[in-house]
Each structure stands twice: as C-alpha cells, then as structure tokens.
C-alpha cells in the first residue's frame, strides 16, 4: 500500500523553520538592542533588518515549495555559475565589502549580501543533480564534484572564511559518501583533509593565535581569548533556567557578535540549559524531518538534494555551537535560521522550502 507522506510529518519542516526564525528574531533584539543603541543610535536596527528578511524569506518558502524541482535539475550548471561569480565579485574594489579583515559581502548599493550563503547551496543543488545522474561509485564520477567544490572552498578560504569553507568541504564529503562513494576512496580523502586543516592553520597567524587561545584563553583576556571567556561568563551565568528573557549582562558590549556568532551564548545566559535544550530539540526535529524526507524521496535527485542541504545545516548548527561552547577552536559561523544576517535567513527559509517541495511530491510506503 502507498500514500503520501503524512499532513502533519511534511509540514514539521516548514513550520520549524518558521519557529527557528521567529526565535531569532527575539533574541537578536535582545541581543543587540543595547549596541544598536549605543552605536547606531536605534536599538531596533538589527531586528528590522532581519524582520524584513523575514518576510522575503516566507515569501522564497512559498516559492521553493511549489517550483517544479526539475527546473533546478536542468539548471544547475546556471546555478553553480552564479554562486561562483558572486564569490568572486566579492574581491573587486569597490563591489566587495571589508569588515575585520576579511572580505566576504557584496555591496549591492541598496544593500549587502553574502555570496558565500548562496554558493554553498548552488553547489548542493549542482552536486546533487549530476551524481543523481553519476553516480560516484567510480572515481572518475568524483572527479567533477571534487573540482566543483574545491573552487566554491577556494573561494571561500580566499575571503578568508574557514569555518564555512570547513562547513561546505564536510558537507561535500557527506553527500559524495551518501551518493556512493566507496570506503576506499572516501577515508583517504578524509584522511588527507584532516592532515590540511591543521596545515592551513599553521599557514595563518591569526589561526595559530585563534588555536592557542582556545587552548588557553586566559593567557590572553583582553585579546585572542577575550571572546570566548566572554561566552563562558554568559554560559555560566545562564545556570539551569537562565537570568530571564532580555536580561542578558553580557550583551552590554562585553560579548562581541552577539546578534550574530555568538547569540548562541545570549540565549544560555538568557533562558539557560533549559533553553538550550529546547532550541536543540528543535533544530533536531528539523534535521529528523529533512532525514526522513531525503530517505524516502521519489527519485535520485530528490534524495541527494535534500541530504546535501541537511548536510550543510546540520554541520553549521554543530560548528557554531561547538565554538560558543569552547569545544572548538574559535572561528566565526552563524547559527542557521536564529543569527542576525539578512541573506542567510532567506536563504535557509528558501532551501526549507525546497525539503518540503520533495516531502510534497513523495510517496512513502506506509509500515503498520
């Protein structure tokens, strides 16, 4: 016997994204309001921006849940152009966007966009479709996906940005192994990957500084380690059940990027473990979803599509909280969906919308 996929199941996605984003937007008022303040003289700058991206990003939902998705199939050469030409724009003068050394926005006249937050899915998109249709079981079908994504990853490490280029080459990994390639290439290539992280790392000084503080912070506290001892204080203070909803002490321009990196550790100090567990279970019933869609998915594409996207979700929600909590090496990711950023936002509520496009098509055998 077969039917659809149940009302509730596919519409979870959709409306824990929905969740995900409005959490977000309280929390990043309550985050920045202070800062806003004080530096920009509107304690609601950030949230406006992001509620507006709010709008857009229901409106790209809507949108990515009805498209035909044989539309991005046949077009995902197209799709992974543009992410590249974006990624590139960004080191023209004048048209890419510099803030504390790194150069990772575009400047659009009216507004600014990261094309960094695009690109990665054009390569899900573009990677999903061709070994739908290649399947990496022999390395030659690899070799194209490889090269796609070690220019997106170039790219992206030349702004510098290493935790999203981490984030995209992991994710790659994910999908290229979920589409079938081989333990026998698969744990060499992983292998070499683990022998360039720390390569890279001692390559740049700021990495080197970035891994000793995580080793140590309080060797440097007004410097390197100033940020994640920062985190810790809020961590601390948040205790079981949290200081209170916009009570936070560590907004008031102690942690830097709180609206943005670090909200994760706001929203500890605020609403506490209980809190944090709460958010947790959210982002994982939203990953369940997107498991549950990609697994039972009608076609090749459909399936690959949907693990590559929650692929990259999942690596992000685990990175950025990783950082926050000290149990990495400090680098700057945003929380999907909860972070102040325009374009990441809309982005994210668009490719939810693609997830629950294939759970709309799907059929599913039912299990009694």
Request: proline fraction near 6%; hydrophobic fraction near 55%; glycine fraction near 8%.
């Amino acid at each position: 016997m077969r039917s659809k996929l149940k009302f509730r199941e596919r519409y979870l996605l959709p409306i824990t994204t929905v969740v995900l984003a409005l959490i977000g937007l309280v929390m990043i008022y309550s985050a920045s309001s202070y800062s806003a303040e004080i530096n920009l003289g509107d304690p609601f700058f950030y949230v406006k921006k992001q509620a507006v991206a709010f709008v857009a990003g229901l409106i790209l939902m809507i949108v990515a849940g009805r498209i035909k998705l044989e539309w991005l199939h046949k077009a995902r050469v197209p799709i992974l152009a543009f992410g590249i030409i974006l990624l590139a724009l960004v080191f023209v003068p004048g048209l890419g966007v510099e803030s504390y050394g790194a150069t990772r926005w575009l400047d659009l006249g009216f507004t600014t966009i990261q094309p960094s937050e695009l690109s990665k899915f054009g390569l899900m998109i573009f990677l999903a479709s061709y070994m739908s249709e290649h399947p990496p079981i022999k390395l030659k079908n690899a070799v194209v996906p490889i090269l796609c994504a070690l220019i997106v990853a170039g790219l992206i490490m030349a702004e510098p940005n290493m935790s999203i280029t981490v984030c995209v080459v992991g994710s790659v990994l994910l999908l290229t192994y979920t589409a079938g390639l081989p333990k026998k290439y698969f744990i060499p290539i992983v292998v070499l990957l683990a022998i360039a992280v720390p390569t890279l790392i001692i390559l740049e000084p700021y990495r080197v500084k970035r891994l000793l503080a995580f080793l140590d912070p309080w060797q440097n506290p007004k410097g390197e380690g100033y940020q994640l001892i920062q985190s810790y204080y809020a961590l601390g203070n948040g205790g079981l059940f949290g200081v209170g909803l916009f009570a936070s002490r560590q907004k008031y321009l102690f942690l830097p990027f709180a609206e943005s990196d670090f909200i994760f550790s706001v929203i500890a100090e605020e609403t506490g473990v209980v809190g944090c567990v709460f958010l947790i279970l959210i982002f994982a019933l939203y990953l369940f979803v997107g498991i549950r869609t990609a697994m039972n998915a009608k076609n090749r594409f459909y399936s690959l599509l949907c693990a590559g996207i929650i692929s990259v979700t999942a690596l992000q929600v685990l990175i950025n909280m990783a950082v926050v909590t000290g149990s990495i090496p400090p680098t700057g990711v945003p929380l999907p969906l909860i972070s102040a950023g325009g374009t990441g936002l809309m982005t994210y509520m668009f490719v939810s919308g693609l997830v629950y496009n294939v759970a709309r098509v799907t059929n599913v055998e039912l299990k009694p």
